[in-house]
């Protein structure tokens, strides 16, 4: 399997991941009528850090998205910055002097060659 598609894998399974934590820490504990039993099942785990991280705070799973879209944003214009500051400007391109003797000498042999 090449790099490119573990590196595709890992995507797909990191999304779905994503997905599922959101679902179940937004949807189903803080949902309107079926949370109860979501959140007593989390509350009766007894493992601190296994109840915090399958009973997280809402306000944690709405501000991370945020910070994470805000820091992307950034890089891509650190990255944007980087590339125009490193990347050598174009050379400009001469100006050509036509040779008017040349010039008139292919009007000439075009005009032959339609005779």
Do not use: H
């Amino acid at each position: 399997m090449g790099k490119e598609k573990i590196i595709g894998a890992l995507l797909i399974i990191i999304a779905a991941l994503a997905a599922i934590y959101y679902t179940w820490g937004l949807v189903l504990l803080q949902g309107p009528w079926w949370n109860a039993p979501f959140q007593q099942w989390v509350q009766g785990i007894q493992d601190p850090l296994l109840r915090s991280i399958l009973g997280p705070d809402p306000m944690f799973l709405i501000i991370l998205p945020i910070l994470l879209a805000v820091l992307l944003i950034c890089v891509i214009g650190i990255w944007i910055g980087y590339t125009m500051l490193t990347t050598p400007a174009p050379e400009p391109l001469e100006d050509f002097d036509f040779d008017e003797e040349a010039v008139e000498e292919d009007k000439k042999e075009e005009e032959e060659k339609k005779e």
